[in-house]
């Protein structure tokens, strides 16, 4: 193998790895996503509560 070929060979391996890092970035804003609007939910649930109590 020359080295332009080695050096393709890199940059495809380097690009596999980003895509898959922007895809476990995704993943992970989106659970992160859901996370915060559970949060948010249980939140909003419990002031209402604490409300009917007051």
Excluded: P, Y
């Excluded at 391996?13 to 609007?37: G, M």
């Amino acid at each position: 193998m020359n080295e332009k070929e080695a050096i393709t060979k890199d940059l495809e391996e380097l690009r596999r790895e980003i895509l898959e890092l922007k895809a476990r970035l995704f993943a992970e804003s989106s659970l992160r996503a859901q996370a915060e609007s559970l949060i948010s939910l249980r939140v909003s649930a419990l002031e209402a509560k604490s409300t009917c109590f007051s």
